[in-house]
């Protein structure tokens, strides 16, 4: 029972935290542009207004609590696997990370900045230790090699923004957001038939 709750939360966190993204999009079309914001400026009461910035900050606080509930479930079911458990941390600490952005936006000054560096590289990392974890296990290899693909995706995806003064931020915010969000609901369906590691 307590895996399909934390499979349940896999999938709900990710679509919690997408529609309250788009309905802060949504409320946002005369100024947010694609090519030329960030998706943390609908986080920024001064440039989103208060009732966006709520929208945006609420789903990021709401969909990390979800997303606690299934990295606990992760950490149980990959706890006696050193790169599964390995995974799993790193997986907790990025969670933690995407509270910290809802928690300190824009407004809160440079801690926004590492908590959601430490987000977007915390991420793809995780997925290549649970997916080299899962790969040992025959019954597993398909899904270990998508984790793996999962996080290169989402790695390659905001890389750019390290290397390069790019404007369309966002574009590689959201991205990287769906590589992870697909993955979430993938393993989380996968934990709610008790279908994983058996």
């Given at each position: 029972m307590w895996l399909r709750i934390a499979g349940l939360c896999g999938i709900v966190a990710p679509l919690v935290a997408l529609s309250f993204i788009t309905l802060a999009i949504s409320n946002s079309l005369s100024w947010f542009r694609w090519t030329e914001n960030a998706l943390s400026d609908l986080g920024h009461q001064g440039i989103a207004g208060t009732t966006v910035a709520t929208l945006f900050n609420s789903g990021l606080i709401i969909g990390s609590l979800l997303g606690m509930m299934f990295a606990a479930g992760l950490m149980q079911i990959l706890?006696?696997?050193?790169?599964?458990?390995?995974?799993?941390?790193?997986?907790?600490?990025?969670?933690?990370?995407?509270?910290?952005?809802?928690?300190?936006?824009?407004?809160?000054?440079?801690?926004?900045?590492?908590?959601?560096?430490a987000f977007f590289a915390l991420f793809p990392i995780s997925l290549f230790f649970i997916g080299a974890s899962l790969i040992k296990e025959n019954s597993e290899r398909t899904l270990g090699f998508s984790t793996i693909l999962f996080g290169m995706f989402a790695a390659v995806s905001v890389f750019p923004l390290i290397v390069l003064p790019l404007k369309d931020v966002a574009v590689h915010e959201l991205l990287a957001t769906l590589s992870g969000s697909a993955w979430a609901i993938v393993f989380g369906v996968k934990m709610c038939r008790q279908s994983i590691l058996k």
């Open positions: 706890r006696k696997r050193i790169l599964g458990f390995a995974g799993t941390f790193v997986f907790a600490l990025a969670i933690i990370s995407l509270f910290a952005i809802g928690v300190f936006p824009e407004t809160a000054g440079r801690i926004h900045f590492y908590v959601s560096v």
